[in-house]
Structures are given as C-alpha cells and as structure tokens.
C-alpha cells in the first residue's frame, strides 16, 4: 500500500489569493491525480500529474488556474490560483497501486473568504 | 468518457436491515469496480471491489455483484449498523492509468 501526506490538511483563504496543496508518496509512482470535492459532491477529477511532463487537464480544468509540478516520482504540487469562493473544496491527491487499488491523501480542507 | 450514474442518493434504513447501492457505467471496457466510503470529514476509503472476471465478491457484511452485460454493479450491506452511515461512491475505470470516474454518491443513514 502506498502511504500519501498531503497538506496543508485545512486553511482559510483570502479571495484573490494562491495556495499551494503538496502531496509526497512513500514510494515512486508513474502518475499522480489531483481531484477536487465541492461541498455535498462527488469527487471530479482536475488533472493528472506525470513526471517529466505537463499535467493532463480533464474538461473544464485550466493550466492557469491550477498549475501543477511534478518535479520527481514521490512528490506533487497542485496551486489554485486567485481563488474565489467558488473554490472552497477538499482537495485530494491519489496514486494508483497494485491491481489497480487507488489511495489518497488525507485531503486538504480549503474555505476561501 | 465514462457516464456513471447512482441511485439511490439518499437511503435511510433501520439498524440491523439491508442497504443496496446500485451503480450503472457506460464504458463497456471498464474492468475494475470499486465502492469507496467516505465519514464526514475523511478522505474516501477503498470498502470492496470487484473484477471483470468476476460477478460477485463477498466480504463479511459487505458484497459486490457485478452484471457486466448490462453494465451495473451494486453495493450489499448487511446487518446495517449506525457505524455504516456514510457516503459511498462507486468508481468504475478501466484500469489504465487508475484514473477514476467517481458516481454521483449515496448518503446512507442508518437509524437506531
């Protein structure tokens, strides 16, 4: 099983703002994900993090709004950027693992004010 | 792209009754079928999945069954206990890359 620190595990935001979510994995991994949680939704996918590359973005995600590093294959970071309320979400990451097993970070809790 | 649907979204049930969660997907490639739950406040966490080559997996009080033709699994829940109150979601994917499509969820309350 893979173990996955992410943080911060909660903040509160000024509208306008940037912050950067990190996620570190205990073991090398090919692909990270990065999904997001709005309040009383399912989880959607925002982009998926390769080493070596740019991100992937899923429809209706934009480079500019949440850039994403992949400097190595332990570690991630998602930025959202100028935030708004609308924004206000758990944001997770995830790795896959053997047999196709996904786990996640413990998720960061962001409210923007 | 995958189309998941779930039904029921809510489902409140008597402790010690049985919960169905019922999951149907559009890819026909899809070959691996997880349910996740998620407590209020926790990240979601694997409960039981299911293969392609398989129709249905059982462990404890929870079970998957898996209809491959006509593209629907479901969540079982037995014996119900207020511990089992949660969201659950199912993710269907094919397996490439773990990228998952998560349903709608469901809200499960278990009353005393």
């Known amino acids: 099983s893979a173990v996955i620190s992410q943080k911060p595990s909660r903040d509160i935001c000024q509208r306008g703002t940037s912050l950067t979510i990190q996620c570190q994995v205990d073991s090398q991994v090919t692909m990270m994900f990065w999904y997001r949680q709005q309040p009383g939704q399912s989880l959607t996918l925002i982009a998926t993090?390769?080493?070596?590359?740019?991100?992937?973005?899923e429809s209706g995600f934009v480079i500019d709004k949440f850039p994403i590093s992949r400097p190595n294959l332990t570690f991630s970071t998602l930025t959202v950027s100028n935030m708004s309320p609308e924004d206000s979400s758990i944001y997770l990451c995830?790795?896959?693992?053997?047999?196709?097993?996904?786990?996640f970070g413990e998720g960061s809790w962001l409210t923007v004010v | 792209g995958e189309n998941v649907e779930q039904h029921p979204s809510t489902l409140s049930v008597q402790e010690g009754d049985s919960a169905v969660i019922k999951c149907t997907y559009s890819?026909?490639?899809?070959?691996?079928f997880p349910w996740y739950k998620q407590e209020l406040g926790k990240r979601p966490q694997l409960i039981i999945d299911?293969?392609?080559?398989?129709g249905e997996k059982k462990d404890q009080r929870i079970a998957v069954t898996l209809n491959k033709t006509a593209k629907h699994f479901s969540l079982h829940i037995t014996e119900t206990q207020p511990e089992d109150s949660a969201v659950y979601f199912c993710?269907?994917?094919?397996?490439?890359?773990?990228?998952?499509?998560f349903g709608t969820g469901t809200q499960l309350k278990v009353e005393l």
């Open positions: 993710a269907p994917h094919t397996g490439g890359g773990n990228k998952l499509t």
């Open positions: 299911i293969r392609s080559n398989v």
């Open positions: 890819d026909s490639a899809s070959n691996y």
């Open positions: 993090a390769n080493q070596g590359s740019e991100a992937t973005y």
């Open positions: 995830s790795v896959g693992g053997a047999g196709n097993t996904i786990y």
